[in-house]
């Protein structure tokens, strides 16, 4: 029997267990402790941009207090790139503000700075200035960051950056994460890095992530008994999840290394296949970690769509997804406003999440490699359309 092969999956490094058996041994067995403080640090150290970090429960979770930091208030309005996962637009809800939907752009599939201008200046010119933004690296591209930060300065908008999909990701050597008021990363089961679940919010002041800790370990005033002067969350990293972060950050730089050899796999594989192209790095000015590799199908040129090449990859167990369904599509936010075009859309209906873990084997690619042959094999036999 062939195993599944998925589309990215945990891969341990060998010493989390470890740091899980020292949590242990020292009965720190709960959402502060020695785990916590260090792997807080090793991000620090690997983001290398002075951050501050708080490690907390999930991304939705940072995203939730990088907003509530920005002074996002019921009736806000807040603006989100529309192609992202919906974590990104969630807690702009759960603060009962309203997300404004921004299109993508050509060359890295993030926020359009030429829509942002635009969303911006008509949502004052209709009385309401935006609180925040929220801009995201999709799939480990980085975003436009020098357009779309001179138009935050420009309006004096907060950015908030998901990096949950980034983390190793830079846009002119500088790290992503690190260029918003707040930047936030997520490490989910699926992501580059793994601590089962969490997230972490990045901050530039000590103030800014003293207020996280505080607003994630209840909103305690200082007293002896338990007063409160704010609305507090239960949103902090588990000391043991953290033992899993500690180990996990020592091979990071492997993971991304392996992730990045997955796309130049995915290039040489697609090179010859006539309407298949790999969503790739539009210039030096950006460095992709590739936590996914992406392909877009031209139908006329390879006479086959994703859908083709998806229920191939299935009868072979092998996993892969059509990408992030923009928010403005969706049917929850089917009232939000939305500035730009088509570019999210079309993207949507062509393209395609392919596996990417740092942990598949020759033999894992192989298989893939044959599916991807087999299904556009045929173009040379049919002329049409070139
Ligand atoms: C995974 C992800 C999140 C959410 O992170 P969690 O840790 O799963 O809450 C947010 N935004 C994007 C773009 C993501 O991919």
């Given at each position: 029997m062939k195993s599944k092969i998925w589309l990215s999956s945990p891969h341990m490094g060998g010493n989390e267990l470890k740091y899980i058996n020292e949590a242990f041994d020292t009965n720190?067995?709960?959402?502060?402790g020695p785990n916590v403080d260090g792997f807080e640090q090793d991000l620090e150290v690997f983001l290398n941009e002075k951050v501050k970090i708080a490690a907390l429960s999930s991304g939705t979770a940072a995203l939730h207090l990088a907003l509530i930091q920005c002074d996002v208030n019921p009736g806000d309005e807040v603006i989100c790139q529309s192609m992202t996962f919906s974590a990104s637009a969630n807690p702009i809800a759960y603060l009962g503000a309203l997300p404004v939907f921004i299109d993508s752009e050509k060359?890295?599939?993030?926020?359009c700075p030429v829509a942002l201008k635009e969303a911006i200046e008509d949502r004052i010119v209709k009385g309401k200035k935006p609180k925040a933004i929220i801009v995201v690296h999709l799939y480990g591209m980085p975003a436009k960051m020098d357009e779309i930060l001179s138009i935050a300065r420009e309006y004096d908008i907060p950015l908030v950056e998901d990096a949950a999909e980034s983390l190793g990701s830079k846009y002119k050597g500088k790290a992503c994460g690190t260029f918003g008021h707040f930047g936030i990363l997520s490490f989910n089961g699926n992501k580059i890095i793994t601590t089962s679940g969490g997230g972490a919010l990045v901050c530039h002041l000590q103030a800014d992530k003293d207020k996280a800790v505080f607003l994630s370990t209840q909103a305690r005033d200082d007293a002896p008994h338990y007063q409160h002067s704010h609305i507090g969350y239960n949103y902090r990293m588990s000391n043991i999840s953290a033992g899993i972060g500690r180990g996990q950050m020592e091979v990071l730089s492997e993971r991304i290394d392996s992730r990045r050899k997955m796309h130049d796999f995915y290039a040489e594989l697609c090179k010859n296949m006539d309407g298949v192209e790999l969503f790739s790095e539009?210039?030096?000015d950006f460095y992709s970690n590739h936590w996914l590799s992406v392909i877009t199908i031209d139908e006329r040129k390879s006479l086959k769509t994703c859908e083709d090449l998806r229920l191939a990859f299935l009868e072979e167990d092998i996993e892969c997804r059509p990408i992030w369904k923009p928010m403005h599509l969706q049917p929850v936010f089917k009232d939000a406003p939305y500035y730009g075009g088509k570019v999210a859309e079309d993207l949507f209906g062509n393209s395609l999440c392919l596996p990417s873990g740092s942990n598949l084997s020759d033999n894992e690619r192989e298989r893939i490699a044959e599916v991807m042959i087999k299904v556009f094999s045929n173009n040379k036999e049919h002329p049409v359309l070139r």
């Open positions: 720190w067995i709960a959402p502060l060359d890295t599939w993030n926020m539009p210039s030096t």
